[in-house]
């Protein structure tokens, strides 16, 4: 399983090393850790996997949060999408909310994902099923967006 951790992304690659310790110096997530089970609405049980902020070349920052759900699945005996709709939200208001104001950082969009099995970031895996939603953090409160 991958570690939670912080790191930012430039579009050329990582940042420093050094960039992603302070980071990670700096984080200490008390809400979702790895490989520890996350209750959300849906009554699935969750991991986080990774989490990061992501610079947008418009100049906005996107915090990315990435978690193992092995039951979702488009068969109507899984996770669907629309079975998993309510844990979004209460991923982005409980636990991704909380780890920015614990580290002291912002965005102006929160990404959540939910993967069946590992899958690197950016890579493609045609067997892997992925959710996504993206949301505006505003008033201290998470709003549907449309990206």
Not at 120 to 128: E, H, K, L, M, V
Request: charged residues 20%; proline residues 5%.
């Amino acid at each position: 399983m991958a570690k939670a951790v912080w790191h930012s992304w430039t579009k050329g690659g990582r940042k420093s090393l050094a960039a992603v310790l302070s980071l990670l110096l700096a984080v200490a997530p008390a809400y979702a850790q790895e490989d520890q089970a996350i209750a959300v609405p849906s009554g699935q049980q969750i991991t986080l996997t990774e989490q990061f902020l992501e610079p947008q070349e418009n100049g906005e920052m996107w915090f990315r949060m990435r978690f193992l759900a092995p039951q979702i699945g488009t068969a109507d005996d899984q996770m669907t999408y629309e079975k998993s709709e309510a844990d979004f939200l209460y991923l982005c208001q409980s636990v991704a909310l909380k780890q920015l104001d614990e580290a002291g950082k912002s965005a102006q969009a929160i990404i959540i994902t939910l993967m069946d099995r590992p899958v690197d970031f950016g890579a493609s895996d045609p067997q892997a099923t992925q959710f996504f939603e993206a949301f505006r953090p505003e008033n201290a409160t998470c709003m549907w967006e449309d990206l």
